[in-house]
């Protein structure tokens, strides 16, 4: 497996290196700042939260960024938004999977894209619990981050659709749930199984690790998927991506050898459309 020092591969793009500090930085103060007893605020439905600590998080990844780009563009999931001139733009979700972390369970994480004149060239998911976190930089890979050492990733070669595992989420309103459920329930017989680990930007990983063969879901936003996007296509998968009005955007990743299958089933039964 082809390995570098982390400060090599972080050297190969100009935002890499705070992109990466900031993501891992905020998610260790998650992990080891978390209070038993989580100030918890209600977003879009009762059930779609916002703890203090999501807010924390994003004005510390923030504050960074502008002191060190004050003319780059930021967007994130908490609130901050700023228009930039320089072309780049920062796209952050300071606490992806808030109600596992509400819950304790380990799989969350931070994410961190970095968009230049609309592309995504740097993208950076922090998942503490796991003391890991990776870097996909357009052109030069995906990457798993331990400690001081860098190790290139690459998904799994996968036996079509028949065999997959295949990751998804659902949104938080129930008219949207009861929608992807009816989604899953033409697909669950055609795949080998499915996995729901409650944050996207860990299915993103674990399709880049190998340990998922595509990851689908509608209603994301850009602060789900900007990192997430960039490190999947690094690491050898497909992707597609499409804003329906209304149903919002849609996400469908997988390993080559099954994404024209699965894009063509998931198509089939509607899965951009709905409330
Ligand atoms: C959510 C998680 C979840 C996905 C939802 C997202 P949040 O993000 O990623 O897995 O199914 O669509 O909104 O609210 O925990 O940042
Ligand atoms: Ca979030």
Redesign the pocket.
């Known amino acids: 497996m082809e390995s570098l020092p982390r400060d090599v591969l972080l050297g190969r793009h100009e935002r890499a290196r705070l992109a990466w500090a900031v993501a891992h930085d905020a998610g260790v103060f998650l992990r080891d700042e978390r209070p038993d007893d989580l100030d918890v605020f209600s977003k879009s439905t009762p059930t779609?939260v916002v703890t203090a600590m999501d807010r924390a998080s994003e004005d510390l990844i923030v504050g960074r960024i502008v002191s060190a780009y004050p003319d780059d563009g930021i967007l994130g999931?908490e609130g901050s938004t700023r228009s930039g001139t320089s072309g780049a733009t920062w796209i952050i979700?300071p606490?992806?999977?808030?109600?596992n972390y509400l819950f304790g369970i380990p799989t969350w994480g931070v994410s961190v894209g970095v968009h230049v004149d609309g592309v995504g060239e740097v993208g950076v998911i922090a998942t503490p619990e796991f003391d890991e976190s990776f870097v996909g930089i357009r052109g030069h890979g995906a990457w798993r981050v331990r400690g001081e050492t860098a190790e290139r990733i690459t998904g799994r070669t996968s036996n079509g659709l028949g065999q997959a595992l295949v990751a998804t989420?659902?949104?938080?309103s129930p008219e949207r749930r009861l929608s992807q459920v009816a989604v899953l329930d033409g697909l669950i017989a055609h795949v080998r199984d499915i996995r729901r680990?409650?944050?996207?930007?860990i299915?993103f990983t674990w399709l880049a690790l190998g340990r998922l063969d595509a990851y689908y879901?509608r209603?994301?936003?850009p602060w789900?998927y900007a990192a997430g996007l960039v490190i999947v296509e690094e690491a050898g998968a497909r992707t597609w991506t499409t804003t329906t009005p209304g149903s919002g955007t849609t996400v469908v990743c997988a390993m080559p050898s099954l994404f024209e299958g699965l894009l063509e089933r998931l198509l089939a039964l509607g899965v951009h459309q709905g409330p």
Do not use: N
């Not at 989420?169 to 938080?172: K, L, N, R, T, W």
């Not at 680990?197 to 930007?201: L, R």
């Open positions: 779609d999931e979700d606490l992806d999977g808030t109600v989420g659902f949104g938080y680990t409650g944050c996207a930007t299915d879901e209603g994301i936003h789900d």
